[in-house]
């Protein structure tokens, strides 16, 4: 399974205006390959960077998405209408929704993980990630990552 983006490449900067300092707005993704078995695709979206990348205390969340149809083909730009069946989790400024790249310090990593899953999940009520994982585990079928680098000024 590969997941990918036409606004940056696995590695690259994400252009500004998907961070705060932009619109704001989610990229465009798209995967393949998803295994025949998958029910249904969990995207996680997190900066395993914050609040600095040198000394780095936590993991931030920026985008919960759980139940995306297992033959969607990806998620178009800005997206605000969801696959239909696609649930959402809260991120870390306790809301549902994309949140963009927003660094306090330093160049950070976006890493945006793309599971496949052997089942639909119940309707968790907007879960945090801890809360997500723990309803995906044994359930991963395959999983991609894309991941991204912003950093204030870029």
């Given at each position: 399974?590969?997941?990918?983006?036409?606004?940056?490449?696995?590695?690259?900067?994400?252009?500004?205006?998907?961070?705060?300092?932009?619109?704001?707005?989610?990229?465009?993704l798209s995967w393949e390959d998803v295994p025949p078995g998958?029910?249904?695709?969990?995207?996680?979206?997190?900066?395993?960077?914050?609040?600095?990348?040198?000394?780095?205390?936590?993991?931030?969340?920026?985008?919960?998405?759980?139940?995306?149809?297992?033959?969607?083909?990806?998620?178009?730009?800005?997206?605000?209408?969801?696959?239909?069946?696609?649930?959402?989790?809260?991120?870390?400024?306790?809301?549902?929704?994309?949140?963009?790249?927003?660094?306090?310090?330093?160049?950070?990593?976006?890493?945006?993980?793309?599971?496949?899953?052997?089942?639909?999940l119940p309707d968790l009520k907007e879960p945090d990630k801890?809360?997500?994982?723990?309803?995906?585990?044994?359930?991963?079928?395959?999983?991609?990552?894309?991941?991204?680098?912003?950093?204030k000024g870029d």
């Open positions: 399974m590969r997941i990918s983006s036409d606004a940056f490449v696995d590695g690259g900067k994400i252009p500004p205006k998907f961070t705060c300092e932009g619109a704001n707005i989610s990229p465009a998958a029910k249904s695709l969990v995207l996680i979206v997190d900066d395993p960077d914050a609040p600095d990348p040198a000394a780095p205390k936590m993991v931030w969340v920026h985008w919960l998405l759980y139940n995306l149809p297992a033959d969607a083909p990806g998620l178009a730009q800005a997206v605000e209408a969801l696959p239909t069946g696609t649930l959402e989790g809260v991120n870390d400024w306790k809301i549902t929704g994309y949140g963009g790249p927003c660094p306090p310090i330093g160049r950070h990593r976006y890493f945006h993980k793309l599971y496949a899953l052997d089942t639909l801890s809360r997500l994982l723990d309803a995906m585990r044994g359930h991963v079928l395959a999983e991609a990552q894309l991941m991204g680098t912003y950093q």
